[in-house]
């Protein structure tokens, strides 16, 4: 496994090996997981060579005689893994972003048992299964953040915490939070309303795109960053090709000032046009947080660094977006605890090491603790539990002597099924003068009985 930031050459890196394996008259098969990661790789390796056939459609066929290197899509290799014919069967295959799915690697390895296998990634860590260390011997880093840095290739990024929901309240699924826990919590009308105040903070002129919880999510921020007077836009995984290079390019022109993307992004893909940075969401994966981190940390002109705001609370579980990391290819456990923080009580921003003073706002540094506070009831507990209590209150107002009704006021009746009578009431407008009927009288101390 060939670990290296984005941005380091993973892909001039892969070419050269295909080069050196063609110099001994042997083949490589190259793989990428995603379409929108076929165009640019293919241009890179045009950069090195033209002794290339590109298999980026299903209906795609191999040319005869196969040549030294070979670029396929992951899917579309795997099912004609075994109708390859035996000559053109290759002697190294690479995977490219090699931590997506590692069972398609899995099964190349398997159709071409005799070729060695190669993973390309910047972020090799999973959060659920050992499958890369099945599959790979060793993990062996090019290049560390630091050195990209350092030589000016990448730009340093500065954290910025928000605020962010109790995320100890979310359900989790296939080691990840569950996504409706999170689309309900992130379009409250709090946190939109600190991610609007948060872009209007910024520069003018400033770039920035948003990863959103859902669509609605993404829809109802673009919605409230066009009532901030902020052209926005959004697109997800199901926004065709076509329209999401135009969202892109508006975004780079600056005909938009914010881009709300939903799942997009997480692999392979540079935008050095990004200025800023928003994480609205939550999540458990590292290398999901690290990839959509490392999108805007390319240079560009007037550009010394990335902004990066987090609502979702991730920066606690995942650690910072910069910084030298020890990969390990075995699984890695859903919440990791980072080593002590700083942050500055001015404009929340986030530090491995105390600092005199905030070099943004001039705000003092507090700590904060190495480890993660104990978890709370899962968030269907909590409810049920904020609905007894909502019901017990309830029910001690029902007990308190009633007003005589007037034609202003009105008389909570439970209804007939007092179990679940918490938030089952009903106002039922009472006569101007006079008593309340007997009958709902009885029926009001039947149900308290029946609790």
């Known amino acids: ?49 033209a002794d290339v056939a590109a298999l980026g459609s299903p209906t795609a066929k191999p040319p005869s005689p ?24 290759p002697d190294l295959i690479i995977i490219d972003e090699a931590h997506v799915d590692p069972e398609q690697a899995r099964a190349l390895a398997d159709a071409f ?22 599959l790979y011997r060793t993990a062996v880093v090019a290049v560390t953040d630091a050195d990209m840095v350092r030589a000016g290739h990448l730009v340093p990024s500065h954290l910025h915490t928000s605020e962010c929901p109790d995320v100890s309240l979310f359900r989790r699924y296939d080691n990840e939070f569950d996504a409706r826990d999170q689309e309900e919590a992130f379009c409250s009308a709090r946190l939109i309303g600190a991610v609007v105040e948060a872009a209007t903070s910024l520069a003018s002129r400033q770039r920035l795109l948003i990863f959103a919880a859902s669509l609605r999510h993404a829809k109802e921020l673009a919605t409230a960053l066009a009532e901030a007077r902020i052209r926005a836009a959004c697109i997800d995984d199901r926004t065709p090709d076509v329209e999401r290079a135009a969202a892109f390019e508006q975004l780079a022109s600056r005909k938009v000032g914010a881009l709300c993307v939903v799942d997009l992004f997480t692999e392979g893909v540079q935008a050095p046009a990004v200025d800023a940075i928003f994480v609205a969401h939550s999540t458990l994966s590292r290398s999901r947080w690290l990839q959509e981190l490392a999108i805007g940390r390319l240079p560009a002109h007037r550009k010394d660094a990335l902004l990066v705001v987090d609502f979702g609370d991730n920066w606690r579980r995942l650690g910072l977006a910069h910084g030298d990391r020890e990969w390990t290819l075995a699984a890695q456990p859903a919440d990791t605890q980072v080593r002590q923080f700083w942050t500055c009580t001015g404009c929340g921003r986030v530090a491995t090491r105390q600092l005199q003073s905030c070099s943004r706002c001039g705000g003092k540094w507090r700590t904060w603790p190495a480890n993660m506070p104990p978890e709370r ?24 002597p009633q007003p005589r009704a007037t034609s202003r ?24 003068s006079g008593p309340p009927p007997a009958r709902a009288e009885a029926t009001r101390d039947r149900a308290l009985r029946g609790r």
């Not at 008389?411 to 101007?432: C, D, I, Q, S």
């Open 409 to 432: 006021n009105v008389r909570l009746r439970p209804l007939r099924n007092a179990a679940t009578a918490g938030r089952a009431v009903e106002e039922v407008p009472m006569p101007v």
């Open 377 to 400: 009831p899962r968030l269907l507990q909590t409810l049920a539990e904020h609905s007894r209590q909502e019901a017990a209150a309830r029910t001690a107002s029902y007990l308190k």
């Open 66 to 89: 196969a040549p030294h290197l070979t670029l396929g899509m992951a899917q579309t290799m795997c099912r004609r893994a075994r109708r390859w014919p035996q000559d053109a069967a």
């Open 1 to 49: 496994m060939l670990c290296a930031p984005r941005g380091a050459g993973k892909t001039a890196i892969a070419v050269e090996l295909a080069r050196r394996v063609a110099e001994q008259s042997n083949k490589t098969l190259y793989v990428v997981p995603r379409l929108e990661l076929f165009a640019p790789t293919l241009a890179e390796i045009h950069r090195w060579t």
């Open 113 to 134: 048992p005799g070729a060695a296998l190669v993973g390309l990634s910047a972020t090799p860590e999973r959060v659920a299964d050992d499958a890369l260390l099945r």
